[in-house]
């Protein structure tokens, strides 16, 4: 009786940890969902113009351009993709909230199960409401949230070896960046269980096929392995180490997990997951980090590393795990506290700006601008990359994704009507807007050029905001 009664007390536990967990996504949720990222919409045009039957092109009738780096992303969302792009963008984050509810519970289930005290259990939990990365990418409507899922659910799968290398490896066909996390954290996983080196690199390799399989695809569809992306925007190592830095601070759970001593002792799933962490830190330093906020290619992991933190916790000194505790959480506080305005904002701004620009751009037949997405969003007209994240012809041009050498006559040959050029500055007056007035590189050398000013005059102005950032819109000269 002694011993069911144990394990009714545990069932209960398991399950109230679950609801917990799917009780934290739901607030992390509700304060990050106006958050919006502008290359949703580059996601979301490629699904759009798959449903309508235009096929995986950038620009409807245009070639067709690997723009979208997780490459099944924009498949997977198409069948959501009758609509317009805010519809669309609205079922996206729906689906991601989702699937990361569910997962979560999944992920809730599995601590509740761990031999850890109970409210080691309540601050991994908790850090699920209050990770501002992690909230606010699984609402953004891009490929984060299933990315995490599938992530997550390797983990969760880690006694079955080749479940958790397939699930890894799809995670890496939608964040290229984790292919080197998802064979670590597979074949050690595989290592726990089998301790054969035949079949430790036999599910290594599982784990490494689907992200290959994206690569041959791209080669046979594009000519080359990888996105346009990693062309238009190419690696920075100083970038690298600093956004590493930052994320392993925001993300929290590094924070958490900071206890070598512990892992080496609990050894099993924790020490795998810390390693393959530390190899995916290594990765998002060697790629340049990312140009999005808030840490996204952390974000996948972190559920991992907080189901770590909470088997690890037993061998770690009560003391010393109290203080990360107290140290994550109140740096967390902070953090949310410091930028949720910011990131909410972020959505409602960019909301408002697609508003004012419909009936600035809705005549429009070609547009030329570095932030593709949100303008893709009010026009179906032909959109001219500045940036070459969806150019094959821009994207190998000289320069970072912001400061392109672009040829004037390459644009004014394009004879889009609209150029929209990003400032940080409101201008007095639109006769009085210099190159001066960009702060970035290719919309300040394009302004410059006496060619491009004997085609186009600014002619009008986007507010982005309420801090002055906005959009000069120019006009092509009759």
């Not at 950038?58 to 969302?77: E, F, Q, Y």
């Not at 880690?158 to 939608?174: D, E, H, I, M």
């Not at 990360?324 to 949720?340: E, Q």
């Not at 500045?386 to 644009?411: E, N, Q, Y």
């Amino acid at each position: 009786m002694e011993v069911l009664g144990q394990a009714g007390e545990g069932l209960i536990a398991r399950r109230a940890t679950a609801i917990a967990a799917v009780l934290a996504v739901a607030i992390a949720c509700a304060w990050a969902w106006p958050f919006a990222i502008d290359d949703v919409f580059i996601e979301v045009r490629y699904a759009r113009h798959l449903a309508e039957g235009a096929g995986y092109v950038w620009n409807a009738g245009g070639p067709s351009t690997d723009g979208v780096t997780p490459l099944p992303w924009a498949l997977l969302l198409s069948p959501l993709a009758h609509g317009s792009s805010l519809e669309v963008l609205f079922r996206a984050r729906v689906l991601g909230a989702l699937v990361w509810g569910v997962t979560a519970a999944c992920w809730g289930h599995a601590v509740g199960r761990a031999s850890a005290a109970g409210w080691v259990k309540a601050v991994a939990v908790v850090v699920l409401a209050i990770n501002l990365p992690l909230g606010a990418h699984v609402v953004s409507g891009m490929e984060t949230a299933l990315a995490t899922s599938l992530a997550t659910g390797a983990l969760l799968a880690w006694r079955r070896p080749v479940l958790a290398a397939v699930l890894a490896g799809l995670a890496a066909t939608l964040r290229p960046e984790l292919a080197v996390w998802s064979v670590a954290a597979s074949a050690g996983f595989a290592l726990l269980a089998f301790r054969s080196p035949g079949r430790v690199l036999l599910v290594g390799l599982l784990a490494a096929v689907p992200f290959a399989l994206c690569a041959v695809a791209r080669v046979w569809a594009f000519g080359s392995p990888v996105p346009l992306s990693v062309l238009a925007k190419p690696s920075d190592l100083a970038h690298g180490v600093a956004y590493a830095g930052a994320a392993a601070l925001v993300s929290l759970a590094p924070i958490l997990l900071a206890s070598p001593v512990a892992l080496l002792r609990a050894r099993g799933p924790a020490l795998v997951i810390a390693g393959a962490s530390l190899l995916h830190l290594g990765v998002i330093v060697a790629v340049g980090g990312d140009w999005m906020p808030y840490a996204r290619l952390m974000v996948p992991v972190l559920p991992a590393m907080l189901y770590a933190f909470v088997l690890a916790s037993p061998y770690a000194r009560t003391a010393a795990t109290v203080a990360r505790s107290a140290l994550g959480l109140a740096f967390g506080l902070y953090v949310l506290a410091s930028n949720v305005g910011t990131l909410r904002r972020a959505g409602t701004d960019r909301a408002a700006l697609i508003e004012r620009a419909r009936p600035v751009l809705r005549e429009a037949h070609g547009i030329a601008t570095v932030d593709i997405g949100w303008p893709s969003a009010v026009s179906e007209a032909t959109i001219v990359d500045l940036a070459g994240v969806t150019d094959p012809d821009v994207a190998p041009l000289p320069g970072g994704h912001t400061s392109k050498r672009i040829d004037p006559a390459f644009l004014v040959g394009k004879a889009p009507d609209v150029a929209l050029f990003y400032t940080d500055l409101v201008p007095d007056a639109l006769a009085a807007v210099t190159y001066m007035d960009f702060p970035r590189v290719v919309e300040a050398r394009l302004a410059r050029s006496d060619l491009f000013q004997a085609h186009y005059a600014p002619a009008s102005f986007l507010p982005l905001g309420q801090k002055g950032a906005g959009y000069v819109v120019y006009r092509r000269l009759p």
